[in-house]
C-alpha cells in the first residue's frame, strides 16, 4: 500500500477522502432510505460483525446500503493482538462480506478481544511492547493477506496503562503502521479520552502520529464521570474534541471522518447535524 | 511481563476467577480502573441474554443478576458474535432443572423455581434469532409453490407461543399447565424480519401439504377437505409468510 517512495506514502496511503460519513444503525434503517434522508451523508460505515453470516433483513438493509453509499467495514472482534491462533472463520466470513460489500477499506481496533479460547465481547488494551508490536505486525500482515483489502487499525480508549510498557502509545502506532504498512485510524474522541484518563497531552499526542497514515477519522461522544470517563459513544462530540479534530485535519489534510454513536442513538438528523459541523470544521480548515 | 502473562492474568479477572485488585497488581494498573472490564466483560453477556430472550429475562424479575452471574461461570462466550454469548442459554436452563429436580426451593440454582416450561420458552426465544439470522436466499417473485426456506416447525409440551404473544401485549401470565404445541419459527419473506406463529390446524394442514409437494387439488384429494377450504388454508399460510410461490388468484 506505499505510494511513492517506499518509506513515504502519500497523504490517506493514496485512498481516497470519501468526506463524512455515519455508521448504518438499525434505528435509522428506514428513515436513511427515505427521501431527504441521506442528506449530508457521503458514506457509510458498517460494523463488520452486524452483517458477517446475516441473512433476513440486515441482508436486504446492507444491499440497498451498498448501491446508495460507499461503504467502509469496521469490526471489533477481530481481536488482532491475541495470542490465540488466528480465527480463519472470522476471517472467512470477513472476506465474503468484502466480496459482497467491496468496501474502499477495513478496520478493526489495536486491542484484543479474546484469549484462552474465550470472546470477551470488549476491546482490551495491549501493552506498547516490542514483543506486542512484533506480534501485532505479523497479525496484520496475516490478516492483509486473507482479505486483500486496505487495512487500518484503530487506535484505542483504554482505562488502564500497563507498567510494561516500553514505549508510547504514539510510537508503537508509528512503528506499526511503518512496518505492517497498514493505515491508521484516528478515533480523535479516544485521544481525547485517553489524555484526559492518563494524563497526557492529546496535541503532543496528535503530533507524534505519522499523518500521511491517517486514512480516517472517527468522532464521538462520552460520559465523563469525574474520576474517569468512559468512551461510551452516546452522546453529541464536545467541543474540546471538535477543537482537536480541527488540529488534526491541519497535519493530515482532508480525511474521511465519521460520526459514531452506538448507544442512546438519537434521530437520523441529529446526527446529520454532527456530521454537518464536522463538515463545516473540514472546510474551516481547508 | 510478557504479553503470555498479561493476557492470562486479564483472562482471569475478565472471568472471575480473580479479583480486579489481584489482577491490577500483577499488571501495576488501578484496580479500579481494570473493574470497569470486569463489568463490561459481564454486561455483555447480560446484553446479550436481554435482547434474545426478553420473555425469559422479563419473567425471572428479581432472580435475573443471580441467573445472569450463574451463566456467565458456566458458560464463556466461544465465538465472536454477541448475539451468539445467549446461544448455551437454553441448555444451560435445561441442565439447571434437571439438576434441582426435587432439591430445596431456595438454595443455590434451584431458587430459580424453573421446571420444563421454562426450558421451552429459552428454546423458543432462541429458535426465533436464528430464524431471523437464516442466511437462506431471499425467494424470488417467481418462486415455485413451496415452504419458506427458513421455516422452523419445533414442538414443545407447554404452550409457549401463548405466553410470547402474552408478553407482546405487555401481560405477564403465570406458568402455563402443559399443554402440547408446535411453533413455526421463520424469516418473513415480505420484511426479512424474524417471526413466530402457532400451528393453527389449518396452518399446519398447509405446511404439510405444501411439504408433500401437492398442489391445493392434490391436498382436497389427499384429505377429503372441500377444495375451497384448501385454498383458504394455503392463502392463510401465505399471508404470514408460512409458504411462498401461492398466489390466491
Known amino acids: 500500500m506505499s505510494h511513492g517512495r517506499p518509506d513515504v506514502p502519500a497523504p490517506r496511503m493514496g485512498l481516497p477522502d470519501l468526506g463524512h460519513g455515519v455508521g448504518l444503525r438499525r434505528e435509522h434503517w428506514d428513515d436513511l432510505f427515505a427521501p431527504g434522508g441521506a442528506e449530508g451523508i457521503d458514506f457509510l460505515e458498517i460494523v463488520s460483525e452486524n452483517f458477517m453470516a446475516r441473512g433476513g433483513r440486515p441482508a436486504r438493509v446492507l444491499e440497498r446500503a451498498r448501491a446508495h453509499f460507499p461503504l467502509i467495514l469496521h469490526g471489533t472482534a477481530l481481536s488482532i493482538g491475541t495470542l490465540d491462533p488466528p480465527d480463519t472463520g472470522y476471517l472467512d466470513a470477513l472476506a465474503e462480506l468484502c466480496a459482497r460489500t467491496d468496501p474502499a477499506w477495513v478496520s478493526d481496533h489495536l486491542c484484543y478481544s479474546s484469549a484462552h479460547g474465550v470472546h470477551y465481547l470488549d476491546l482490551i488494551p495491549l501493552p506498547f511492547t516490542a514483543e506486542a508490536l512484533d506480534h501485532v505486525v505479523e497479525r496484520v500482515r496475516g490478516v492483509q493477506d486473507h482479505l486483500r483489502r486496505p487495512f487500518l487499525l484503530e487506535n484505542l480508549s483504554y482505562y488502564i496503562e500497563y507498567a510494561a510498557s516500553e514505549m508510547s502509545e504514539a510510537e508503537f502506532l508509528s512503528e506499526l503502521c511503518q512496518r505492517a504498512d497498514c493505515g491508521l485510524l484516528l478515533d480523535v474522541n479516544n485521544v481525547y479520552v485517553n489524555c484526559r484518563n492518563h494524563g497526557h497531552d492529546p496535541r503532543a499526542f496528535i503530533d507524534a502520529l505519522p499523518a500521511e497514515r491517517v486514512v480516517q477519522i472517527h468522532l464521538a461522544g462520552h460520559d465523563d464521570q469525574g474520576h474517569v470517563i468512559i468512551d461510551t459513544h452516546g452522546d453529541h462530540v464536545i467541543d474540546a474534541v471538535w477543537d482537536l479534530y480541527a488540529y488534526t485535519l491541519e497535519r493530515t489534510g482532508p480525511v474521511s471522518t465519521l460520526i459514531e454513536w452506538d448507544n442512546d442513538i438519537p434521530s437520523l438528523a441529529v446526527l446529520r447535524a454532527e456530521n454537518h459541523r464536522a463538515r463545516a470544521i473540514a472546510e474551516a480548515v481547508g | ?249
Not at chain 2, 450463574?70 to 437454553?90: D, E, M, S, T, V
Not at chain 2, 415455485?144 to 427458513?150: A, K, Q, S
Not at chain 2, 420484511?191 to 382436497?220: E, H
Open chain 2, 1 to 249: 511481563m510478557k504479553l503470555a502473562e498479561i493476557q492470562a492474568t486479564f483472562h482471569q479477572a475478565l472471568r472471575g476467577e480473580s479479583t480486579p485488585e489481584a489482577a491490577a497488581a500483577a499488571l501495576g494498573a488501578d484496580p479500579r480502573r481494570l473493574a470497569i472490564y470486569t463489568r463490561f466483560a459481564r454486561g455483555h453477556v447480560a446484553s446479550a441474554l436481554e435482547s434474545n430472550l426478553p420473555v425469559f429475562r422479563a419473567r425471572a424479575s428479581d432472580d435475573w443478576p443471580a441467573i445472569v452471574d450463574a451463566y456467565f461461570a458456566a458458560h464463556p462466550p466461544r465465538h465472536w458474535a454477541l448475539n451468539h454469548a445467549a446461544q448455551a442459554f437454553p441448555g444451560f436452563v435445561q441442565a439447571t432443572v434437571e439438576a434441582t429436580a426435587g432439591a430445596p426451593h431456595g438454595e443455590g440454582p434451584a431458587r430459580f423455581g424453573w421446571t420444563a416450561f421454562e426450558t421451552c420458552l429459552a428454546q423458543a426465544e432462541w429458535a426465533l434469532y436464528r430464524a431471523l439470522s437464516d442466511t437462506a436466499p431471499r425467494p424470488g417473485p417467481q418462486a415455485p409453490l413451496g415452504l419458506n426456506p427458513t421455516l422452523v416447525p419445533m414442538q414443545f409440551p407447554y404452550p409457549v407461543a401463548d405466553v410470547m404473544l402474552a408478553h407482546g401485549r405487555g401481560e405477564a401470565p403465570p406458568r402455563p399447565a402443559p399443554a402440547p404445541s408446535i411453533v413455526f419459527f421463520y424469516q418473513s419473506p415480505a420484511t426479512g424480519n424474524g417471526r413466530y406463529q402457532k400451528a393453527r390446524p389449518d396452518l399446519l394442514f398447509a405446511v404439510k401439504a405444501v411439504d408433500a409437494g401437492l398442489d391445493p387439488a392434490a391436498a382436497a384429494a389427499a384429505s377429503g377437505q372441500p377444495l375451497a377450504a384448501v385454498r383458504a388454508a394455503y392463502s392463510a399460510a401465505a399471508d404470514v409468510g408460512l409458504i411462498v410461490g401461492w398466489s390466491a388468484g
